[in-house]
DNA sequence: CTGAAAGCGCTAACAC
DNA sequence: GTGTTAGCGCTTTCAG
């Protein structure tokens, strides 16, 4: 009984031609002269039988689907939830549809899921890229799909992006540090090539030279469980030169390293500064409070979602790349305050 | 040039026909005993060319989409992302996408959604239901669509569910409470009638009524701002009878109370004892640590996607819906622990 | 064992 | 202004 209706039936029972319901139902009643009468007896029939077309079917006869495909490192972290949060949102404001997926960072699952997305004729791709997946993406490109970057991008291949300033970012959080008395200030990272902890890694670097201290680095091998990463840092805090200052390169390796600081019962700030990239909710609650760097991941979202609907639009006309880079905010809170004690330089 | 080869261009080429192609690509070679040179050959073309089905012409002719559609209150949330990520992980081992959204537990919107899922095709749902769509979701399941709720249910309509046992855990969580001694358990929860929500308000009625105490119940609208549940829940510690706990009704209203708590330079536990619904990273690093009602998130994760799959392979057998209700765990944490000062019952 | 052909529901040139 | 018709790429019955 609750038989779908397609065009034709409707067309028959009506007894017009089945393109004649086609354009009342695109709009394009007017462009076509369709009698106002007739307009309204389609639409008329056509909201008393609930008719609603076939996705699928007018999919595979103009090629879009009106889906984008959504591809981050792990939508259960948060910065990339609250992005994709707003993305979906701004989405369904223009009548697409989100399909995502987690790329775990792994490049051989991405490319999987890229084929499988090109299967379903995703219309545009927004991709949080893991290294490696070049070739697929200026594939992509060259079908002329509509592809923009969010977080990192890939070096070698020409692609719309909108990361954030990570290196400048990096370099005033060490100067920060440095400027409230601390000397040695550790930097816990990713060991990754990716863009994004590479630039972070480079503004660390070049606050510390500046400034004439020694670099102390831990990097942390990708997909760690929280156990170990809290292993790792705690060993890092122990073994090292004493640090008087801690710099976390993602939120997580932050949450990994408070864990760690708590274990080790050390005094923030008296003991050891800390501070963190992504800012949490997390941070604000903390005693002390943690001071981070705060991402605008509302106008991430924005951007992104805006760059890839021109494109759509414009039918991926070939103008030229943007590639935004967006500024941060550095909250400072109290894990970061210099000791109330006057500082003197001792060494 | 890249222009896709269709199942039609190989028969083409290889001179033979689109059928046969179509079996050795189905798997069916055997069945149809198809010859192992002409399989081989086919197979070795179609790696060459780099064939890949259509697969939206294939769900036309078929149905089925392979793809399932996720319905979260918010991916923002990370109770909902912690499952939408595990969901996905096992979602695709077994050869499924999801098309996920945030129904921001609005009806109408949750509506639209469920109508454009239906449009896609897709081949199942889970959903965490908001109130007033058992219309649409009885017309999902008459059409043979596959469902299963989790988180909630809705009364008026049998479907397959995965919940936790909401009432005892807020029965029990209650009665740790006043096991440490306190007797003005404040109870903050939400505005809304859905079950797990009702389930929780009752647990807590009833152990206090048990216990010859009071209600001090706080009901906060849904989809307020966080500052504004910051301004109520002051507001509730302020005006009403001195509370010695409070317990919050979900993870966020949580997060919301301790930054209320810390506005007004509460003494945890010593003023006030804490308790909160859901889990969460922040719960255990907070000072002092909070005592959580832990879901198990990975067990209704799995239990929710076996359902599903089974429902889908089954073709929707009408087998008498599940019903899984799933023990949780109480965290005790430090804003629960009895004071150390031996308490006097001092009314 | 393999092929011809119909058709899923929709769109859009092209006719009239 | 409206209808005819040819596919989009695939699956599947039915013939041979």
Request: aromatic share 0%.
């Given at each position: 009984m609750k038989k779908r209706s397609s065009i034709t039936d409707i067309a028959n029972v009506l007894k017009i031609s089945p393109t004649t319901v086609s354009f009342i139902l695109n709009g394009k009643a007017r462009e076509k002269r369709i009698s106002v009468e007739l307009v309204e007896k389609v639409e008329k029939y056509i909201a008393e039988v609930g008719y609603k077309p076939n996705s699928l079917a007018r999919s595979l006869r103009?090629?879009?689907?009106n889906i984008i495909g959504l591809m981050v490192?792990?939508?259960?972290?948060p910065f990339f939830a609250t992005i994709a949060r707003r993305i979906e949102e701004l989405a369904y404001k223009n009548g697409y549809k989100i399909i995502y997926s987690s790329t775990d960072n792994n490049t051989v699952r991405t490319k999987e899921l890229i084929q499988m997305f090109r299967e379903r004729h995703v219309d545009g791709y927004i991709i949080s890229p893991p290294e490696g997946i070049e070739e697929d993406v200026s594939s992509l490109i060259n079908a002329g799909i509509p592809v923009v970057f969010f977080d990192r991008y890939l070096t070698d291949v020409a692609v719309d992006s909108v990361t954030i300033d990570n290196f400048s970012s990096s370099y005033d959080a060490v100067k920060h540090l440095i400027s409230t008395g601390c000397r040695n200030i550790g930097f816990v990272t990713l060991d990754s090539l990716q863009t994004q902890m590479q630039d972070r890694l480079s503004g660390y670097e070049k606050a510390i030279e500046e400034a004439g201290l020694t670099l102390h680095v831990k990097e942390i091998g990708f997909n760690q469980s929280t156990e170990n990463i809290v292993r790792h840092i705690v060993t890092f805090l122990k073994r090292?030169?004493?640090?008087d200052a801690i710099f976390f390169a993602t939120n997580y390796l932050g949450i990994s390293g408070l864990k760690a600081i708590r274990t080790l019962e050390l005094?923030?700030?008296?003991?050891l500064s800390v501070i963190t990239f992504d800012d949490h909710e997390l941070f604000e609650l903390h005693k002390p409070s943690i001071t981070a760097i705060f991402q605008p991941v509302d106008e991430i979202s924005d951007k992104v979602i805006n760059i890839l609907l021109n494109k759509m639009k414009s039918g991926?006309?070939?103008?030229?790349e943007q590639n935004l880079v967006l500024p941060t905010e550095l909250?400072?809170?109290?894990?970061?305050?210099?000791?109330?004690v006057p500082m003197v330089n001792n060494d």
């Open positions: 103009t090629g879009k689907t490192e792990s939508i259960s972290n090292s030169v004493k640090l005094d923030v700030p008296n003991d991926a006309k070939h103008k030229k909250v400072i809170r109290d894990s970061t305050i210099a000791a109330t």
